[in-house]
């Protein structure tokens, strides 16, 4: 994600309140016995957003059915859930901001369900456990989240008629119920149902466009796994750009791009795409999805989003913000953190992409960035405030820390261990979790086993301590 830097929003947490008669368990709990079936839990332990996220299941795909009324800015949807429980579930729920919801099916069962804030809570005529698939049949006009930073995400209207998901880290509740943890990642399946006048971007492969009357169905596979916050459907009045990129390992990727009318062709920013792809691969490793792109779009939000397989713009994209939200392909989106502390992970590595970008393009080196931003940021700078991997309150969560702080950690173990292993250690991170989800403990672990040095001081004062690390 590309955030101003010098907001930092109010400090207010969100707090996670009992809820009466539910169960709320941990993230890391053990599960229950597998005889008697009981609730799942309503958190995934998330020590930044406690509200998020459930337990008792693991997502395996969402198959998303939504048709937009461009005249009233309403939905109405169908979602159907695949997961397996983990324990035998008496009950389980889902997260779900705003939206009616008119009925629930567990394996073609109606079930009876309840709402409770941003919960669905559901209890299937019978017992559940091994794979099954709760189908959610809602609608009406999707909100808008507000981050505890102030900023807006999730379903976000367009002056065009349309409307763009960009949801990063809980505004995917906004428009299909799901199990809002970064950490339960699942295949995705979207058939998005407009009015013709309207095209619509996906994550994934375009599998179909079909017209129907003044109507046209778009539809989007997800084949790899995914978080719920990186997904994302957009319809606007867009030119769309389709076309094939051949990438470092040979692959012919498709590359489509959404570019909002009004912003004209951007032919030099979707020429950069398949550059910038290259740039990267040779890098961090092969390109991890099977498709690429860009979508531009004015919608008033103040930062872009790495959507998975095309990062989302509000209004053209620079030169390094296209480096940046396609970095996040391999850190952030491929590899996933667990818990939101860990944001350094995504945005760290990508700021230190553009770094690798500028010098690879007449700029200064990363070791003289590095230098320049150390010295411009004395012991009292507010850059020292906040530990990169030790977040407390989530209203500082896309401050600079994550993003300044975190791009330097990367410079100082890349002079610590030496530029070839410093290489091998992004690859490797990047091969060994695609797909999947990393934590800074699994990245330090893998540092020091290329390394073969401890590397324990350098992550303890980079990244834990709020303070400015001495000796640099």
């Given at each position: 994600?590309?955030?101003?830097?010098?907001?930092?929003?109010?400090?207010?947490?969100?707090?996670?309140?009992?809820?009466?008669?539910?169960?709320?368990?941990?993230?890391?709990?053990?599960?229950?016995?597998?005889?008697?079936?009981?609730?799942?839990?309503?958190?995934?332990?998330?020590?930044?957003?406690?509200?998020?996220?459930?337990?008792?299941?693991?997502?395996?795909?969402?198959?998303?059915?939504?048709?937009?009324?461009?005249?009233?800015?309403?939905?109405?949807?169908?979602?159907?859930?695949?997961?397996?429980?983990?324990?035998?579930?008496?009950?389980?729920?889902?997260?779900?901001?705003?939206?009616?919801?008119?009925?629930?099916?567990?394996?073609?069962?109606?079930?009876?369900?309840?709402?409770?804030?941003?919960?669905?809570?559901?209890?299937?005529?019978r017992p559940v456990s091994g794979r099954f698939t709760a189908t959610?049949?809602?609608?009406?006009?999707?909100?808008?989240?507000i981050d505890p930073d102030g900023t807006q995400e999730g379903w976000?209207?367009?002056?065009?008629?349309?409307?763009?998901?960009?949801?990063?880290?809980?505004?995917?509740?906004?428009?299909?119920?799901?199990?809002?943890?970064?950490?339960?990642?699942?295949?995705?399946?979207?058939?998005?149902?407009?009015?013709?006048?309207?095209?619509?971007?996906?994550?994934?492969?375009?599998?179909?466009?079909?017209?129907?009357?003044?109507?046209?169905?778009?539809?989007?596979?997800?084949?790899?796994?995914?978080?719920?916050?990186?997904?994302?459907?957009?319809?606007?009045?867009?030119?769309?750009?389709?076309?094939?990129?051949?990438?470092?390992?040979?692959?012919?990727?498709?590359?489509?791009?959404?570019?909002?009318?009004?912003?004209?062709?951007?032919?030099?920013?979707?020429?950069?795409?398949?550059?910038?792809?290259?740039?990267?691969?040779?890098?961090?490793?092969?390109?991890?999805?099977?498709?690429?792109?860009?979508?531009?779009?004015?919608?008033?939000?103040?930062?872009?989003?790495?959507?998975?397989?095309?990062?989302?713009?509000?209004?053209?994209?620079?030169?390094?913000?296209?480096?940046?939200?396609?970095?996040?392909?391999?850190?952030?989106?491929?590899?996933?953190?667990?818990?939101?502390?860990?944001?350094?992970?995504?945005?760290?590595?990508?700021?230190?992409?553009?770094?690798?970008?500028?010098?690879?393009?007449?700029?200064?080196?990363?070791?003289?960035?590095?230098?320049?931003?150390?010295?411009?940021?004395?012991?009292?700078?507010?850059?020292?405030?906040?530990?990169?991997?030790?977040?407390?309150?989530?209203?500082?969560?896309?401050?600079?820390?994550?993003?300044?702080?975190?791009?330097?950690?990367?410079?100082?173990?890349?002079?610590?261990?030496?530029?070839?292993?410093?290489?091998?250690?992004?690859?490797?991170?990047?091969?060994?979790?695609?797909?999947?989800?990393?934590?800074?403990?699994?990245?330090?672990?893998?540092?020091?086993?290329?390394?073969?040095?401890?590397?324990?001081?350098?992550?303890?004062?980079?990244?834990?301590?709020?303070?400015?690390?001495?000796?640099?």
């Amino acid at each position: 994600m590309s955030k101003p830097l010098s907001r930092t929003g109010s400090a207010a947490l969100a707090v996670l309140v009992a809820l009466s008669g539910l169960s709320v368990a941990a993230s890391g709990a053990a599960a229950a016995p597998t005889g008697r079936p009981s609730p799942g839990g309503q958190s995934a332990g998330d020590s930044l957003f406690p509200a998020a996220g459930n337990t008792g299941y693991d997502v395996l795909h969402y198959g998303i059915r939504l048709r937009y009324a461009r005249s009233t800015g309403r939905v109405s949807a169908t979602t159907a859930v695949t997961a397996r429980a983990t324990h035998p579930l008496s009950r389980f729920s889902l997260d779900l901001q705003g939206l009616h919801v008119a009925k629930v099916f567990v394996d073609g069962r109606a079930g009876r369900f309840s709402r409770h804030d941003d919960k669905l809570v559901v209890t299937p005529a019978r017992p559940v456990s091994g794979r099954f698939t709760a189908t959610v049949r809602y609608g009406g006009k999707p909100v808008t989240h507000i981050d505890p930073d102030g900023t807006q995400e999730g379903w976000i209207p367009t002056s065009d008629g349309g409307a763009t998901v960009v949801a990063e880290p809980l505004g995917a509740m906004t428009w299909f119920p799901d199990n809002n943890t970064p950490r339960d990642k699942a295949t995705f399946d979207a058939r998005i149902d407009v009015p013709s006048a309207l095209a619509v971007a996906g994550n994934g492969d375009l599998v179909s466009r079909r017209r129907h009357g003044s109507r046209t169905t778009w539809h989007w596979s997800q084949r790899h796994q995914m978080a719920t916050y990186l997904a994302m459907i957009s319809m606007g009045r867009y030119r769309v750009y389709r076309s094939t990129m051949r990438s470092v390992t040979g692959r012919h990727l498709p590359v489509w791009s959404f570019v909002a009318r009004k912003y004209g062709s951007l032919a030099p920013a979707r020429a950069l795409v398949p550059r910038v792809v290259r740039f990267e691969e040779r890098r961090f490793g092969p390109y991890p999805f099977t498709s690429t792109g860009i979508v531009v779009q004015d919608l008033g939000v103040g930062y872009a989003l790495e959507t998975q397989n095309r990062p989302t713009f509000d209004g053209p994209p620079s030169v390094l913000g296209l480096v940046h939200e396609l970095a996040h392909q391999w850190y952030g989106d491929s590899v996933t953190l667990r818990r939101w502390t860990d944001i350094w992970l995504h945005e760290g590595f990508a700021s230190y992409a553009e770094d690798l970008w500028t010098a690879a393009h007449g700029g200064p080196s990363t070791a003289a960035a590095f230098r320049a931003r150390y010295r411009a940021h004395p012991a009292s700078s507010s850059l020292w405030d906040q530990a990169p991997a030790r977040f407390r309150d989530p209203a500082l969560l896309f401050s600079s820390a994550a993003y300044v702080r975190g791009g330097m950690t990367l410079q100082v173990l890349r002079e610590r261990v030496g530029t070839p292993a410093f290489f091998t250690i992004l690859r490797r991170w990047a091969a060994r979790h695609r797909d999947g989800n990393g934590t800074t403990g699994q990245f330090r672990r893998l540092a020091e086993q290329v390394s073969g040095q401890d590397l324990g001081a350098l992550f303890h004062d980079w990244l834990y301590v709020p303070a400015r690390p001495d000796g640099y």
